[in-house]
């Protein structure tokens, strides 16, 4: 399985992202998106089920970011609207193989290297 994140940038406060998450060779429930921060732990972001879309969203991002899917490009985006520069960190995409406990890191076994999303202020 490979997943290929893309997307990150330099971005004003208030500003808008798209990351995308391509995937291949994958039996997955879902996946996900984390960040982690500069000198912070890897964080959920939010999750979707491959087969009906049921989405998870972290409280932090709830109202600014959307996830979506392509199943025929097998293909994850996270729109981020509103951002904010506690929004800064590398965004990994994921996949749930468990499809259960969303929110947590260990059921994810596959990762993607990461983009950069810089949100200045």
């Known amino acids: 399985v490979q997943l290929q994140a893309s997307g990150g940038g330099l971005v004003q406060a208030g500003g808008s992202l798209r990351l995308s998450c391509a995937t291949s060779?994958?039996?997955?429930?879902?996946m996900g998106w984390f960040r982690q921060a500069l000198g912070q732990e890897r964080e959920f972001v939010v999750a979707?089920?491959?087969?009906?879309?049921?989405?998870y969203y972290a409280d932090s991002v709830k109202g600014r970011f959307t996830i979506s899917k392509d199943n025929a490009e097998n293909t994850v985006y996270l729109q981020m609207d509103s951002l904010k520069p506690e929004d800064t960190a590398v965004y990994f995409c994921?996949?749930?193989?468990?499809?259960?406990?969303?929110?947590?890191?260990?059921?994810?076994?596959?990762w993607g290297q990461g983009t950069l999303v810089t949100v200045s202020s």
């Open positions: 994921a996949r749930n193989r468990r499809g259960v406990s969303w929110p947590v890191m260990s059921m994810y076994d596959s």
């Open positions: 060779g994958f039996s997955a429930y879902g």
């Open positions: 979707i089920t491959w087969s009906d879309g049921t989405k």
